[in-house]
């Protein structure tokens, strides 16, 4: 994985070609590629990069592209696409230790999203999925239409970062209809103290180039590293964030299930938005109530 940032650890384990080990390249055009994803009954799921990173064991539910309906649901991993970001697909196998590893690629070669395959039968199963020869070109279906975001709900703008990091909806950010405003990053690990503390669960996405997993539920602990990095156990799910590599962090309320729905949007150095905490669908009107009274009082970035 190409990373402009060589002192910062790379998301993906085993992906920068550092064991021996033989590969092989599958159909990454959907809903093939959604077949074989669902195929697999115990995964480690990771997306991410060097600001944040989440990992989540389990089973993969039915992925979805942008513009298509969207659910989280506890004990599957839901990840999310755009189809043209998403070049190639590998099976990896790692002939040291017999690990086998799916990864998604996009144009430049870079792993976007890794799928471990942690039992023996899924690692068989690996045989049933088909191949394509390198370098042909695969044809891919006309994606779904994706609302604009400039007035569009909560999904519209989760897919509007989804295509590209959400560069161009924050430059243009005066356009958009809904609630938005700068918050203090350094808030992040009391927010998530809090919502461990009181049992209030939380959504959490992770964005890579062309991807995105989600996961929600209660937070069941949480840490701080003295260099910086916050990291929550939510559910089945690990959420690692590196504070010192966040450039800003905003406030964004937006139509969801409930109503207007915030979401902290957290922004690399270079303005792409690498994390979203937040509610995911039918949560209950108290946890909404809860989860909006406490964004309302976090305080403005100085």
Known sequence: MTDDHPERHCAFEGCCGRRNGTARLIDARMPELARCLTLFQYVQAVTGGPVARIDQAGSYAVPSLRGDAF??????IALRMDAD??????VARDEETGSVALHLLDADGRTVH??????????????????????SPAARPTPPEVPPWQHGDQLAQLDAVLADGGAARRAAFEEYGGEHRPIDVDVLPAVLDHVCSVGLPIGVAVFAPA??????????????????????????????????????????????????????????EDGRCVAVITQFGMVGEQVHEAWEQLTASLPDRP
Do not use: K, W, Y
């Open 71 to 76: 659910a989280v649901r506890p004990g599957s």
């Open 85 to 90: 970001g998403v070049a190639s697909a590998v």
């Open 114 to 135: 890794q799928g471990r395959l942690l039992s023996a039968g899924d690692r068989l199963l690996t045989g049933l999925v088909g191949t394509i020869d390198a370098g």
């Open 211 to 268: 991807a995105m997993q989600a996961c929600n539920g209660r937070v069941h602990v949480t840490d701080r590293t003295v260099g910086g990095r916050v990291f929550a156990a939510i559910e089945n799910s690990s959420v690692e964030i590196d504070l010192a590599g966040v450039g800003a962090c905003h406030l964004v309320r937006s139509t969801a299930a409930h109503g207007p729905t915030s979401a902290l949007e957290l922004d690399d």
